[in-house]
């Protein structure tokens, strides 16, 4: 069964502070992987997109590892501020070329305060 | 222009009335999507449209009918919705190939609805 999980469910951290969070999937075929950020009451906005080749992939404070052995990636965001509190959705694209299943992970609500 | 937009943001009906969302996107994407989201929880695929036609239905109640009329537009159209419809309807659009670099979703900025 494709699934993707993601934690910690929800995070609290200090303006300034850096933090990680987690997703591990278990998808077939893998395709890609993509992190999302979503404020509330708002479609979700992308912020990275991994191939199962790559294993890094920075977007200005953003940094998005892929390990495709274990089936995990982190996203890890430096100098948090507090316009990143937002839920960060983990999503992995199952399929061959042209056919595409997104699975959705259930999020990490950031909350970033002063 | 990378835009999805979705109208209204925000909508209020009855049970008994008939309403339609609307998206629009004018990135040449040929694969768009139906997503709902209640609170706290990721969205979840209603439907998909890949070149203007149907490709995927996740068992969606028939009182939620979507329409493509052509490459950049897709509608939802509701009627007679229940309480438990009340969520955040989000459309998305994605380039359909075999380059994964182009597969991104891009996501409207969603319809508030509530059913009253």
Redesign the interface.
Known sequence: KNQVEQSPQSLIILEGKNCTLQCNYTVSPF??L?W?KQDT??????LT?M?FSENTKSNGRYTATLDADTKQSSLHITASQLSDSASY?C?V?AGT??T?K?I????T?LKVLA | DTEVTQTPKHLVMGMTNKKSLKCEQHMGHRAMYWYKQKAKKPPELMFVYSYEKLSINESVPSRFSPECPNSSLLNLHLHALQPEDSALYLCASSQIGTVIAKNIQYFGAGTRLSVL
Do not use: D, K, L, M
């Open positions: 395709s890609n993509r999302y009451g708002r479609g979700p906005v992308s997109i191939t959705i999503v694209s070329s042209g595409y997104y959705f992970g259930t999020g609500r």
